[in-house]
């Protein structure tokens, strides 16, 4: 009795508990795993279906005519119809977007993680605005858009109006991204810049941001792929859903694929609803190709460092 009661003091655990709690331990982790493999296997299950959908029920207008022509306003026409005003468009608008947000966000988070004190009543005060604006709805960008923007400052329904919104729709996302990629890096980088008599913008600018190119880039994927598909904005913000003509400058009007197919698949005719669907691939391709650049430059980038 008096050895049991010293094993009990000390903790000891009898080999066979020990064995069923390390086999218990096994099962949840083993029950767990497959639970996470079974909700991905779901969500990317649903992912397949929808683009094999889209593919089947767009693949007759899969040509050049989805490219090269323009839409068609008659119904008799519909077959011939295509969505070059309305590609040409998304990428001015997301071009323009990304001259404006990227080096914004870029330069906003190194301001906040690397200069910024934030014992200052101002920066704690731009942070919890940061934090904030990433929740709001895209909605609401677009009424301040078309408040402020379009007709306070005198911009108008134009591209120039649309890529404003939209920069500041995603620049949250930016910020936020970035900071995350400066804090991780090690902080030996710093320390061993400084020693060798790097001035802060030297050590910034030659050893952190190449350090954190790859969340860099990351958050600016995010932020585009989100942009290229927003549609609520922009149809308070003049993207009307039937141009037949391509954007001359930042001054034009104009349309974009998500307006264009939100208008084409509540149409009754078949024709349209396929050229809705070879819509929905076209803007699926483009968004591949952006991310494919940015993946490709943040593995470059990786490797020269």
């Known amino acids: 009795m008096a050895i049991d009661t010293s094993r009990a003091e000390t903790g000891y655990v009898h080999p ?31 992912l397949a279906s929808l683009i094999i959908y889209v593919l089947i029920a767009g693949w007759n207008r899969l040509d050049l005519r989805l490219v090269t022509n323009m839409p068609s306003g008659l119904a008799s026409r519909a077959d011939e119809s295509g969505l070059q005003s309305a590609l040409t468009g ?9 001259l404006m947000c990227l080096p914004t966000g870029i330069a906003a988070a190194i301001y906040l993680e690397e200069y910024a004190d934030n014992t200052r009543w101002y920066n704690r005060f731009l942070e919890l605005n940061i934090q904030n604006l990433a929740g709001v709805p895209s909605i609401v960008f677009g009424i301040l858009g078309l408040g402020i923007i379009a007709r306070v400052f005198g911009l108008g329904f134009t591209i120039i109006t649309a890529a ?42 030659r050893q952190v941001l190449p350090a954190a190119t790859s969340g860099t880039a990351t958050g600016a994927i995010l932020a585009l792929s989100r942009a290229i598909g927003e549609a609520a904005p922009l149809i308070l913000l003049g993207a009307v859903t039937f141009v037949r003509f391509n954007p001359e400058g930042i001054s034009s009007r104009y349309t974009v694929l998500p307006i264009a197919i939100f208008n084409l698949i509540k149409s009754p005719q078949a024709e349209l609803q396929e050229l809705a669907s070879a819509g929905i691939v076209l803007l699926l391709i483009i968004l591949l190709l952006m991310n494919s650049i940015a993946i490709v430059i943040r593995n470059r980038a990786g490797k020269i460092r």
């Open 164 to 205: 404003i919104v939209l920069s500041l729709l995603v620049l949250p996302v930016v910020i936020i991204a970035t900071r995350e990629a400066l804090r991780a890096v090690p902080p030996s980088i710093r320390l061993g810049s400084y020693a060798l008599g790097a001035t802060k913008w030297q050590t910034v600018r």
């Open 90 to 98: 998304t990428l001015w608008v997301i071009t323009l977007t990304a």
């Open 16 to 46: 066979s508990a020990a064995a069923l709690k390390r086999r218990r331990i096994r099962l949840g982790d083993t029950l767990f795993r497959l639970a996470l493999q079974f909700c991905l296997f779901v969500a990317f299950a649903f």
